[in-house]
């Protein structure tokens, strides 16, 4: 007789939804996510497609009806280790890392306020700080703290947890070994900004002003670590000219090979997001702009503004003034001029990267890419399977999950 409860792997949008649809037709679920807290890349956005809503819109939603099902199973900082059996048997360990906050935590933020030791924010792709006691986001799920034992030093652990009028500082946690029995996993691991680094020649991790697509998401966001102020990051001052390089990774067959599908669609979302906030002035340089389907019309809206201008061509390089501003050489593909253009910041359109690119697969298996593969009772949801929005993310969610209830089903 076969197992019917269903694994999900990555508790993102896809993930998310693939679970609750199995769960409210009664089927037993387990969520299986890395992170702290549920949400995935999708909680870090100012705004997301089609309807520019906050993430907190289309989240909390979902929050509430993992709370109200108990078929939901949720298992946070955890990641799969092994995969056993065949569908309808699967045989799964999970090794969950320690949070070193138990379930009296209130999130009152004393324990943040114990220790002023600050690092490089994760949440925010390090264009901010976090403590050593931290929540990642206002509307974390779950709403607990995280304390970051690794930093910390014994000193800092103790008024980390003196601190707490609850009793909720744990710090006698450890990992700890779960194993499950399930019919069907749903692997929902989601996506990662390509590597800025390896674009040498675009000043990717070499010059300061120089930043990502993500990492302009996180300035634009009211719980971003400049409360939605863009400002340049090597002098908080506000730039007043402003450059997106689009496919900066993405259809090159040094980096990806393959068009990640919302790069143009966030670039034109951004200029929106600087334009709203300034009187600067924007410049595009794409190879190709694209915009699938429905996004045409916002496309049309957003290159009407008179401070936006839209220049096709590749660009060379980037290097950096001795003000530390940006300087992009690029070809005009329609006048053929190579021309030199100086800007106060150079946003990077950075191609959308399976998640377990370069890693194995938690369950089945991946294509040259990295992205996953659909096998026997396994199957791939979201961006795990290929680059899309969030409209798309949640259909193929969706859609993972009945496919998992038809492998178990009847078995």
């Known amino acids: 007789m076969s197992n019917n409860s269903i694994l999900v792997v990555g508790g993102g949008f896809a993930g998310i939804t693939a679970a609750l649809e199995a769960a409210e037709l009664g089927y037993e679920v387990y969520i299986v996510e890395t992170n702290p807290y549920l949400g995935g890349r999708v909680a870090q956005l100012n705004q997301y497609f089609p309807k520019l ?57 004393e324990c943040e306020k114990a220790t002023s ?7 925010d792709y390090g264009v901010g700080k976090r403590g050593l006691a931290y929540k990642t986001h206002p509307f974390m799920f779950p709403m607990r703290y995280v304390v970051d034992a690794e930093n910390a030093s014994d000193g800092e652990l103790a008024a980390i947890k003196n601190a707490c009028p609850y009793d909720a500082v744990d710090l006698d946690e450890t990992s700890k070994t779960i194993d499950l029995a399930v019919g069907a996993i749903v692997v929902a691991t989601g996506w990662k900004s390509y590597d800025m680094s390896n674009l040498t020649n675009l000043g990717g991790g070499q010059i300061k002003n120089v930043i990502s697509n993500a990492q302009l998401e996180r300035l634009a966001a009211p719980n971003g670590p400049t409360g939605g102020k863009i400002v340049r990051p090597s002098d908080g001052a506000e730039p007043k000219k402003i450059a997106f390089v689009q496919c900066a990774g993405s259809r090159d067959q040094n980096h990806l090979n393959y068009c990640s599908y919302i ?43 008179d401070k936006l201008s839209l220049v096709k061509g590749k660009v060379a390089g980037i290097v950096e003034d001795a003000d530390g501003s940006p300087v992009v050489t690029v070809e005009d593909a329609l006048t053929s001029i190579k021309r030199e253009d100086k800007f106060d910041m150079v946003v990077l359109a950075t191609g959308m990267e399976p998640s377990i690119a370069g890693l194995q697969a938690p369950a089945g298996t991946i294509d040259a890419d990295g992205f996953v593969i659909d096998g026997e009772g396994i199957f791939a949801a979201g961006c795990a399977k290929q680059p899309l929005d969030v409209m798309k993310t949640a259909q193929s969610g969706t859609a993972a999950a009945m496919k998992a209830i038809q492998s178990v089903v009847g078995r």
């Open 53 to 109: 809503c906050p993430p907190s819109c289309g989240l909390e939603i979902q929050f509430q009806r993992i709370k109200n099902n108990p078929n939901v199973k949720v298992i946070t900082m955890a990641s799969v280790e092994s995969v056993s059996g065949s569908v309808g048997n699967y045989d799964v360990k999970v090794t969950q890392r320690p949070r070193f906050v138990n379930e009296k935590c209130t999130a009152c933020g």
């Open 263 to 305: 790069c143009c669609m966030a670039s034109l979302k951004h200029v929106r997001y600087i334009r709203e906030r300034s009187d600067a002035e924007v410049t595009v340089f794409y190879i190709d702009l694209r915009t699938p389907g429905r996004y045409d019309k916002f496309k049309s809206i957003t290159e009407a503004d």
């Open 117 to 123: 030791t600050q690092v490089a924010s994760e949440f």
